[in-house]
Structures are given as C-alpha cells and as structure tokens.
C-alpha cells in the first residue's frame, strides 16, 4: 500500500520530513565485492590532469585531516538536517576524487563566491531564459505543485517527454539534461563550490534550505545569486545536507529501506541524482523479488571501503 501510494504522488514529492516509516536498515558496507567502473569522462579528466585517483583520495583526505574549521562546520550543519556528519564527509571526498581536483582551504571558495556576487548573466538557452521556457503551455501542469522540489521535478520530467532531442515550435532542442541545456551558462558539465552542485539541485532544495538554514530562498531569474549561495563554503555545506536528507526521506518513504546508516548508498545518490525515482524503481524491484537492498556505484563504493579513515577524521 505505501508503494502504491508513494508512485502515484511521486510527482508531487509525496514525503516531509515529518512524517515517520517503518524501514529496514541497509546492511552496513558494500554489496558489491569489487568497485563498479568508473566512468570514462572522470578517467580521461583524472589523466588529463596528470594524476590518479588514488592521489586525489589522498589530498581530499589529508585536507580534511587538517581543515577543522570545515570539520566543525561539517558537523554543525549535518546536526541541523538530522543527518550523520559522515554522509556529507563521504560526499565531499566522492566529489573531489572522481569530478574535481581536491580543495586548497576555505577562504578560497569564499573569495571565488565573492566574485559572481553582481555580475550579469542568466539561466536560459538560444536566447530564451528558463523563466521564460517555463512559461510554455508544455509546463502548464506543473503550476499546481506545491514546493520547490516538486515545481522544479515536474518541469524537468516535461523537458524529457517533450522538449529533450526534439524540434518544438521550429526550434531544436538539444538530447541532453535539462540542467545541462539551462542551468549552465559558462559551458557544459559545470558545477561549482565545495559540494560541487548544480546550480538545478539548488533550486529544487532552497524551501528546505531556507527553512532549516534561513538563507535566502534562490530565484532561477538570479543567475548570479545562485552560484554565490553554492559556492558559498556555509550556504553550500546546507546545499549538501538538505540533498542528502531528501535521498534519506524519499528511499524511507518509498521504498521501505533506510540508508541513513550506509554512506556509500548516500554518496552514491548525491552523484547520481534523482532520488525519488529511483527509490520508486528500487521499490519495484523489491516488490518483484529481483532486489533487497539499493546498490553503490563506484563513487559510493570508495566511501565504504575507506569508511574507517574517512570516520577518523570526524
């Protein structure tokens, strides 16, 4: 019954904070014995850059190992959320082995957030803002949700049934995510700050953000306002807690399963993304008997392998 219910009101972001599931805990660890592929886009980056990823483990790990006033922040925020300060430790080192090389210290984000504050530019693609892509009749469903997880969810499903890799109105759109084609105005595959989020995830998360954090809720017409607040070490640490509280409430509450004791599976869904529909697939699967517990790809899997040094540093 909460499988039949939860997939009918996916689309509206069925679950809150408050409300309380019965789920059973993932086992701790990795269900898989050795680590998935590794994608060749982080390869080729990795090699580009005359490196590993080992050695990219390493300097995250070591930073962290010295950096306590990111520690201690780490620790206040994920009190905040209601999380495990690991969770956010796990996705910090993911990001910064596999996409971008590690960070240097904190005044440097704070400096680089400082930078985008005024300056003119905008979410939008072939001269059509988002604001204005959004206002098309194709999105007219959409006006009913309540949230911003939910508004910003439905525009991007109607991105991919109507718009992504098809001719609309005579004008072509191109087969690529919605925050790829809108949300990144300097070049493709663009995230920024320490959590390394995308500037998409930022405003489908600024109602819980705002509420837990008090920061100032972000505006899709405020380009620049969008990339301070996630390159903003303390705005950006809230980011990353309140997306990993959201893949917590949505695999409990759907799926039945809570991988809030299990930092691959979290690491795991902060690279990946898209937590609603994928602890509804989840939910099939364990439904249909061809699965029991979500997996981690190769980005979780190094967080529970290395889960005895990476604990250690909190």
């Known amino acids: 019954m909460r499988f039949t219910a939860c997939m009918l009101a996916i689309a509206t972001f069925c679950l809150t904070a408050s409300q309380t599931f019965a789920a059973t805990d993932v086992p701790p660890g990795n269900r898989n014995v050795e680590q998935p592929a590794i994608p060749g886009a982080s390869v080729r980056r990795t090699k580009a850059g005359r490196t590993s990823f080992d050695a990219k483990f390493e300097k995250v790990r070591d930073l962290l190992a010295t950096d306590k006033q990111l ?57 059509e ?19 911003a997880y939910a508004l910003w969810s439905c525009r991007e499903r109607v991105w991919d049934n109507d718009f992504r ?12 995510r919605f925050s790829a084609v809108f949300f990144q105005p300097f ?38 306002g969008v990339y301070e607040a996630i390159m903003d070490p303390d705005v950006s640490l809230a980011y990353m807690a309140a997306s990993i509280r959201h893949s917590i409430d949505a695999y409990k509450s ?9 930092p691959g599976v979290t690491a795991t ?22 699965a029991q517990w979500p997996e981690e790809n190769y980005y979780g899997w190094l967080v529970n392998d290395k889960l005895p040094e990476l604990e250690s540093l909190l």
Request: glycine share 12%; aromatic share 10%; net charge neutral.
């Open 71 to 127: 520690i201690s922040k780490i620790k206040s925020v994920s009190g905040a959320y209601g999380i495990a300060p690991i969770h956010m430790v796990g996705a910090i080192v993911g990001e910064h082995t596999y996409n971008v090389d590690a960070y240097d210290r904190l005044q440097s984000y704070y400096v680089k957030a400082a930078a985008y504050a005024g300056n003119s530019f905008q979410f939008g693609y072939d001269g």
């Open 129 to 147: 803002t988002v604001a204005e892509f959004v206002a098309r009749p194709q999105f007219s469903e959409c006006g009913a949700k309540r949230g």
């Open 165 to 176: 890799g098809k001719s609309v109105g005579g004008k072509s759109f191109p087969n690529n």
């Open 187 to 224: 070049f493709a595959g663009q995230t920024f700050g320490l959590g390394q989020i995308n500037p998409l995830t930022a405003l489908m998360l600024t109602d819980i953000v705002a509420k837990t954090s008090g920061y100032d809720r972000l505006d899709e017409n405020n380009a620049a």
């Open 254 to 262: 759907i799926a039945g399963v809570d991988i809030s004791t299990n």
């Open 269 to 290: 869904l902060y690279n990946v993304g898209n937590p609603d529909s994928r602890a509804a697939a989840l939910a099939a699967r364990i439904q249909s008997g061809q």
